[in-house]
């Protein structure tokens, strides 16, 4: 994909349905016993796979209309044994709530994927699921994919799980498999995760309790077994793919840009903070009515000078997937801006820290990786170059925005990647950039 520099950035957008909330509301769709209905869902690649898992084991999905989906689930305990290798493509999200959601049925059930997802850490599936009751291997090297379910019905309940690292996917993993236990299932993380999953829940009837985090104390969410209900919900618009354009808005100097209909999840909206504390001219208005559960709301962004910032600690996993941007972001802040505690990045679809500083080093940024993150420092003019973004979908916006902003047309290699979450992404950059 080539991108020239833009002129200016302006216009209004609405984003498609979150992709993190379409899997989860997918998957206990599939638990409840019959219809239930699912409006403005993603229509990534990711969430298909998801789908493709669903009607693998004998849940019916169906489209309604554009971003209209309906599901006929077959209930907890009632799925059926696939009759070969479940592809999950490259989707992460897919593998390891997918596994949770299949642990309480007695099947088993092989998850496999793409060349990238075989290469990503699954092990820890295992450890969460397996006091449950849950038989789950890893049959490739060094625990990684393949990934095999050999379930049970009902699960162990009265069980605590600790998940070995903060990870809403594991959490979620444990929850849904939760659902189908003979007993409450607890999960305890040492700080707070996005919490998608337990604003959704309640909407299928099932009781799920969360208790913050005090002196001493992890934060713990409790779910209570039970058959889910059809339900019907309006995914809100996806806050990853929101941030790119956030990001851009922010740091081009010709910029006037507003997002309508975005979830503004507190537990994942830590870019907003990061943009704060840079001093981005950034407006939140929060909507009436929360959609799924979730708050939303329209984000505005106008140009203004941005400073260097740190990012780190509990703020990490509420800006995962957004650091990428904070690397782009620091290129034009003024001083230093770091990013610490999140080697978690080079386990993600590409060593994420490894190739946003590639890109933008290519770039003429001043950038340099460290073991769990990296420092940047600014403000410098980008040049356009010829990039890589890994097929890597994260990576790949990351350096449009990139793009947008230098001096020169930039060439990005596995730019097709964006499909994974976003497959209108490069249209909509080029609305709001011509």
């Known amino acids: ?182 007993g409450p299932v607890t999960v305890e993380e040492p700080v707070a995760t996005r919490d998608h999953t337990e604003r959704i829940l309640p909407l299928a009837g099932i009781s799920c309790r969360v208790e913050a985090a005090a002196e001493g104390r992890p934060w713990r969410v409790t779910v209570a077994p039970g ?27 010709a910029a006037e840009l507003r997002l309508e209909g975005v979830g503004l999840n507190p537990l994942r909206a830590g870019l907003l903070d990061v943009l704060g504390a840079m001093g981005a001219r950034i407006a939140v208005e929060l909507a009436s009515e929360p959609a799924a559960g979730e708050p939303t709301g329209s984000v505005s962004v106008r140009s203004g000078p941005l400073v260097g910032t740190v990012v780190a600690g509990a703020l990490v996993p509420r800006a995962i997937d957004e650091l990428p941007l904070v690397a782009v972001l620091g290129t034009q802040a003024e001083g230093v801006t770091e990013i610490r505690d999140a080697a978690e990045l080079r386990v993600k679809e590409s060593d994420r820290i490894e190739a946003i500083c590639a890109g933008l080093r290519a770039m003429g940024a001043e950038i340099e990786p460290s073991p769990d993150g990296l420092r940047v420092r600014g403000p410098v003019r980008l040049r356009g170059a010829r990039v890589s973004a890994r097929s890597d979908h994260r990576i790949a916006m990351a350096l449009a925005v990139a793009a947008a902003v230098a001096d020169g047309p930039t060439e990005i290699e596995g730019a097709e990647s964006v499909a994974i979450s976003y497959p209108g992404f490069f249209d909509a950059l080029r609305a709001v950039c011509d």
């Open 227 to 253: 058959e889910p209900e059809p339900f019907g919900l309006t995914v809100p618009g996806d806050l990853s793919s929101a941030a790119a354009f956030r990001a851009l808005g922010a740091m081009h100097p």
């Open 1 to 182: 994909m080539r991108i020239e520099p833009a002129p200016w950035v302006r216009g209004s957008l609405r984003v498609p349905g979150d992709k993190s909330i379409s899997h989860r509301a997918l998957l206990l769709a599939g638990l409840a016993a019959g219809r239930s209905y699912l409006g403005h869902c993603s229509d990534a690649a990711d969430v298909a796979a998801t789908r493709h898992l669903l009607e693998a084991v004998g849940v019916a999905t169906f489209d309604r209309g554009p971003g209209q989906v309906g599901v006929l689930g077959r209930g907890r305990w009632r799925w059926l044994a696939p009759e070969g290798p479940i592809d999950c493509a490259n989707s992460g999200s897919t593998m390891r709530m997918g596994a949770g959601a299949l642990a309480g049925h007695a099947i088993l059930a092989v998850l496999d994927g793409d060349g990238s997802l075989r290469q990503r850490p699954m092990a820890r599936v295992a450890t969460v699921l397996g006091p449950l009751g849950a038989t789950v291997r890893c049959l490739g090297d060094g625990g990684r994919p393949p990934l095999e379910v050999c379930g049970r019905a009902p699960l162990a309940g009265d069980v605590t799980v600790r998940p070995p690292v903060a990870s809403a996917q594991l959490k979620t993993a444990v929850l849904l498999a939760g659902v189908s236990a003979s």
